[in-house]
């Protein structure tokens, strides 16, 4: 690894670096998981971006939606996305984006409390995040906690989110408005 590693919260003051990395690695078709830019799969060229910009929110992203759709086609690749995730607030241990990220992909594997976790360091860091009340409301109705989730809902909805699922979620089971 020759090129970084750069931290993706100092992203705006280095352009021109990040430029160079998405422009020939992270490109769209990565991003999509359509194919490499490098390489036939998409893998080389987002571990190549992680590699560079441990904590790229995108690149971390695709990453997990990666493994998981080899997972639920019983592959792995190569380096699990947990492995990435670790490295990334390693790095970078105040960014909250990335913990919110990884409880993403944790909720999506199942392992809520682990999930619960992360979110909770995501929100200590960055409390008034609207993507992670967002999101920590949707494991909250998945593990039957009502009114927790309300209670996130209620905060992302008084901010004018625009997705209604978690507000919809809560209807059906009975606790919204």
């Given amino acids: 690894q020759g090129y970084g590693p750069f931290d993706d919260l100092n992203r705006f003051q280095l352009p021109d670096t990040l430029k160079i990395v998405e422009d020939y ?6 991003e999509a998981l359509i194919k490499g830019s490098t390489n036939t799969l998409p893998y080389d060229d ?24 080899l997972r639920n086609k019983n592959k792995r690749i190569p380096i699990a996305a947990e492995c990435w995730f ?22 999506n594997v199942d392992k809520f409390n682990l999930s619960e976790d992360y979110y909770n360091s995501a929100l200590e860091l960055d409390r008034n995040n609207i993507q992670t009340h967002y999101n920590f409301g949707l494991l909250l109705i998945d593990q039957k906690r009502f009114k927790e989730a309300k209670k996130h809902a209620q905060f992302v909805y008084d901010n004018n ?7 919809n979620k809560l209807a059906a089971a009975g606790f919204w408005p």
């Fill in 86 to 107: 670790q490295r990334a607030i390693n790095y970078s241990p105040k960014d909250a984006t990335v913990y919110m990220l990884f409880a993403m992909y944790l909720h």
């Fill in 161 to 167: 989110y625009p997705l209604p699922g978690l507000k």
């Fill in 25 to 30: 690695h992270f490109t769209i078709e990565v």
């Fill in 46 to 69: 987002l571990a190549y971006t992680l590699r560079a910009w441990p904590n790229h929110h995108r690149a971390l992203n695709a990453m997990a939606k990666y493994g998981l759709r």
